[in-house]
T-cell receptor, first 115, second 113 residues
């Protein structure tokens, strides 16, 4: 079974620009969650999509948004980039039932650098 | 606010020297506790799920245990390939029909040959 894939793997953007990251979950998984990982804050939850609907949301500003398509693939968008948005962005997929919410399978991440 | 604290932040062991990593949590309505391993440059890899106090899970040299306030990841006779950052996460009720996952900041384990 193919794992979670994320594209692109590396990205360099300038302050004020916007960026779109893509995530393809494991086949059969209906839930996709997005996380931001930085050395200081660790892994922080951005949001979760299940069957094309945002089901859970973390404490990030509205500049961070996402969506999920009918094939469960998901995209995350960050508008008006700030220097502090530099981080590793990880997506994770799961079957989506709450009894196993933490049994997530992560992709390799997208390393975003904002200059 | 839900809190997950992992200790120590970093641990250096000699090959074969057993030890434990700690994950303490303060959450309301715990639904599960999860352990992950993360290698440099990669996403976390799921290891274990623990649901209730007293539960234990084992995988090769790793054993995870859970009490009402904390979880331990015991590493027996570690090898250099066990070197990684170990993350724990707790799933807790967040209102309505929703649950959220909160991660600790991890323990960086280095095993020297």
């Amino acid at each position: 079974k193919a794992g979670v894939t994320q594209t692109p793997r590396y990205l360099i953007k300038t302050r004020g620009q916007q960026v779109t990251l893509s995530c393809s979950p494991i086949s059969g998984h209906r839930s996709v969650s997005w996380y931001q990982q930085t050395p200081g804050q660790g892994l922080q939850f951005l949001f979760e999509y299940f069957s094309e609907t945002q089901r859970n949301k973390g404490n990030f500003p509205g500049r961070f948004s996402g969506r999920q398509f009918s094939n469960s693939r998901s995209e995350m968008n960050v508008s008006t980039l700030e220097l502090g948005d530099s981080a590793l962005y990880l997506c994770a997929s799961s079957y989506g039932d709450y009894s196993r919410l933490g049994e997530q399978y992560f992709g390799p991440g997208t390393r975003l650098t904002v200059t | 606010e839900d809190q997950v604290t992992q200790s120590p932040e970093a641990l250096r062991l000699q090959e074969g020297e057993s030890s434990s990593l700690n994950c303490s949590y303060t959450v309301s309505g715990l639904r599960g506790l999860f352990w992950y391993r993360q290698d440099p440059g990669k996403g976390p890899e799921f290891l274990f799920t623990l649901y209730s106090a007293g539960e234990e899970k084992e995988k090769e040299r790793l054993k995870a245990t859970l009490t009402k306030k904390e979880s331990f990841l015991h590493i027996t006779a570690p090898k250099p390939e066990d070197s990684a950052t170990y993350l724990c996460a707790v799933q807790a009720y967040s209102g309505g029909s929703n649950y959220k996952l909160t991660f600790g900041k991890g323990t960086l384990l280095t095993v020297n040959p």
